[in-house]
């Protein structure tokens, strides 16, 4: 089951503010729902991060690696994830771009796109039901990104 990702929304920042921020690893895990931990593998290339949610009726365990394949700072981000629930026998595939544009006045737009592939046990869930979680998660990423960002301001 793969799934398209787009979703946008505005910080009230500059784009350099949103930009550093971003390349805290350990603030912007917190900003992402369910994640519990991030290991640095290799400063600003890779990472590993342990994700635990619900999904439908199951409780999820996902170990995550992720590569940072592309950067054009402050601008663009591109980073491929994958992860197994071995419990559940399952496998999600991740690339994201995060694209940051200058919006108006120390405000940003950030744009998140890509793709979620979804395999096994998981996979068999009503489509629908993933594609919102998929969208919530986002949308908690969102509101959970603009307070931490916010919170750093002078």
Not at 85 to 111: F, G, H, M, P
Request: hydrophobic content about 40%; proline content about 3%; some cysteine.
């Amino acid at each position: 089951m793969t799934q398209e990702i787009e979703h946008a929304f505005s910080v009230e920042a500059e784009l350099e503010q949103v930009w550093s921020f971003i390349w805290d690893v350990k603030a912007v895990a917190r900003c992402i729902p369910g994640c519990e931990q991030v290991d640095t593998v290799e400063e600003g290339k890779t990472y590993k991060a342990l994700v635990r949610r619900a999904m439908g009726p199951f409780a999820i365990g996902i170990e995550i690696d992720i590569a940072v394949v592309e950067t054009r700072p402050p601008e663009y981000l591109r980073v491929e994830m994958s992860g197994d629930d071995r419990r559940l026998r399952s496998r999600v595939n991740q690339v994201i771009s995060l694209t940051l544009r200058r919006n108006a006045d120390r405000q940003t737009e950030v744009a998140v796109n890509g793709t979620f592939t979804l395999t096994g046990l998981l996979a068999s869930m009503n489509k629908h039901l993933i594609a919102g979680q998929v969208h919530q998660v986002l949308e908690d990423f969102a509101s959970n990104l603009r307070a931490a960002i916010l919170e750093r301001q002078p």
